[in-house]
């Protein structure tokens, strides 16, 4: 973060180029009070000896020169190694020396004469930019580092060899994916992997399909532009646009209405977007990569999914394991979570002894990966492991929480149905496929203990 000019300025190394022994003195004596270091040279053929000895992060040089101009210095414009800023300095205010200036490569361009807070300003800026470009460059690593050790093929499985064996081969591809696998299993990581290796320049940009009402999700894939409906008082460009030379990830894509369904298909095959309230089509260049914890197979054959959408989308399906189908992961899964939750939460981490892993791997994981990763959370919170909560494989389906005998009915259904909707992140359309309810009686069932209380949250 930028804070200080001493801060910017402390380690920068600025080189100037002037045939003017006075403007060399000038400015090198003002600019050796902020800046680490600061060289001058009367030509171009002696500031390239200087700049072959050191790295400059800023060169600053005037347009004429003896022999080679400013804008000829190509070794340093165009060196692709070692690059460095240029602000160009010239007595002449012509319109095409400034666009020459420009077209080489120019951060700034300031007129002679100028005073000397004309060109500390203009120092400053290209200085901020150049700290932001870094600042940008370690943050895309932190992130890279990030998918790396949050992922969710984390294990020597053979199932997950498979499967990374799989997504370093398509990922560089333009080709649609569709990615399948119960709720918690990690679609999105994957998905982020995919854009990660496919080399794309553009953004990654991901929309829970089944979150946003189906009125509202037209113009947040599309844009829309100003009166287009009640509230936009702005035009407002859509998420096909951010993700232009990307990758838009369209998360839940069995929960998109019928309706929008056809309009996506027909941006999928035209390769364009329509904006709500325009008439006008705007080019598109995007990879879509889709999720679901459906099978959308069975959708088309119950008409709930359009046959020719998943025919456009089903180049690839990706199928990810449940937990419970490669257990031998577990244990490497534990441990990471383990060091990486208690550095978060500054706490230590719970040792795990054989029979503690065992357990874990004994148990059925309805909420996959997120619901290992919660216990362990409550491991560290708690200081132990509370392993009542796992129950063994075979049990599960009676029982995934070791409910008391003595329960009444209504309570067991009433904790059974918390548990399933914390397992899927509040998403209530996706605890209801899971519970084999409708979605309505999940609403009624909650809405009356909401009135018993009020803690209780979800989302759509």
């Not at 600061?38 to 003896?66: M, N, Q, T, W, Y």
């Not at 020597?156 to 997504?167: F, N, Q, T």
């Not at 257990?327 to 054989?354: K, N, T, Y």
């Not at 216990?375 to 995934?400: K, T, V, Y």
Request: with cysteine.
């Amino acid at each position: 973060m930028i804070t200080t000019d001493s801060d910017l300025c402390r380690s920068a190394s600025v080189l100037v180029v002037d045939d003017e022994s006075g403007m060399r003195s000038f400015l090198q004596k003002a600019l050796q009070k902020h800046f680490g270091l600061v060289e001058v040279a009367g030509s171009i053929e002696i500031a390239e000896e200087i700049r072959k000895r050191c790295h400059f992060d800023l060169l600053i040089v005037d347009v004429k020169l003896p022999g080679r101009s400013g804008i000829e210095w190509h070794e340093a414009l165009q060196d692709p190694n070692r690059h460095s800023d240029v602000i160009f300095m010239t007595a002449y205010a012509e319109l095409d020396t400034a666009i020459q200036a420009l077209r080489a490569g120019a951060a700034d361009f300031i007129l002679k004469p100028f005073r000397l807070e004309q060109m500390m300003n203009a120092v400053r800026r290209v200085l901020q930019r150049r700290l932001l470009a870094r600042e940008n460059f370690l943050l895309r690593r932190e992130v890279t580092r990030y998918i790396a050790a949050d992922t969710p093929m984390l294990g020597d499985s053979a199932v997950i060899k498979r499967l990374e064996a799989v997504i370093q081969r398509v990922a560089p591809t333009p080709s649609p994916v569709l990615i399948e696998g119960e709720s918690g299993t990690g679609k999105e990581l994957v998905a982020r992997a995919l854009h990660h290796q496919s080399g794309r320049e553009g953004a990654f940009v991901a929309i829970n399909c089944g979150a946003i009402a189906p009125d509202l999700l037209e113009a947040e894939l599309f844009g829309h532009t100003k009166g287009a409906f009640t509230g936009a008082d702005r035009a407002r460009e859509g998420l096909f646009t951010y993700a232009a030379g990307g990758t838009l990830f369209l998360d839940e894509i069995g929960e998109m209405p019928l309706a929008m369904q056809a309009k996506l298909l027909r941006a999928l095959e035209q390769k364009s977007i329509r904006p709500v309230g325009s008439e006008r089509e705007v080019p598109t260049h995007v990879r879509i990569l889709a999720a679901t914890n459906r099978t959308l197979s069975d959708e088309v054959r119950q008409q709930q999914f359009r046959e020719d959408l998943y025919f456009r989308l089903n180049v690839l399906t990706l199928t990810l394991p449940p937990l419970r189908e490669r257990s031998e992961d577990i244990p490497q899964l534990a441990h990471f979570f383990s060091r990486r939750l208690s550095d978060d939460l500054g706490l230590p981490a719970v040792p795990f002894s054989h029979e503690d892993l065992r357990a874990m791997q004994a148990h059925h994981w309805p909420g996959n990966i997120r619901e290992l990763k919660n216990f362990i959370e409550r491991c560290i919170l708690l200081g132990h492991l509370p392993l009542e909560e796992l129950q063994p494989r075979d049990n599960a389906a009676f029982s995934s929480s070791g409910y008391p005998s003595c329960w009444p009915l209504e309570e067991v259904e009433k904790r059974h149905i918390l548990r399933v909707l914390e397992a899927s992140e509040g998403n209530k359309s996706a605890a209801a496929r899971q519970l084999g309810i409708a979605r309505k009686t999940l609403d009624r069932k909650l809405s009356g203990w909401q009135q018993d209380n009020d803690s209780l949250t979800g989302t759509d």
